[in-house]
């Protein structure tokens, strides 16, 4: 096995490499279920257009009469945060993706070395 010949510095790059693999398949589940909220908003707002009178909205465990104004803003307030949040992952990814190549690029090296 690798790191059971592997000097202690290259042992930690390897947790360290695993360990951020781990975060950004995290992450990237994390913007997959907010795209999926960002589809149902979408489809939510298509279907408000057509609407006419009253609206209800969830409330927890209970549907609330609203303004299909009211709704329309509540469902673009909810699209406006979730788009933040996705640029947020998205720039975390970046980050995490640099870091990862670059350990990829020092274990490579290290590991040719010891060979």
Do not use: C, H, W
């Amino acid at each position: 096995m690798i790191m059971a010949q592997a000097p202690s510095g290259v042992e930690d790059q390897i947790a360290e490499y695993q360990s951020l693999q781990t975060q950004l398949q995290f992450m990237m589940f994390q913007r997959q279920q907010y795209k999926m909220q960002l589809d149902d908003a979408e489809a939510a707002l298509r279907e408000l257009t057509g609407a006419s009178g009253e609206v209800y909205k969830n409330v927890g465990l209970i549907m609330i009469k609203s303004t299909k104004e009211d709704a329309q803003k509540d469902i673009n307030e909810k699209k406006e945060m979730i788009t933040v949040r996705v640029s947020s992952l998205v720039k975390q990814e970046e980050k995490l993706r640099e870091r990862l190549e670059e350990l990829k690029g020092s274990l490579e090296t290290a590991l040719k070395k010891k060979l």
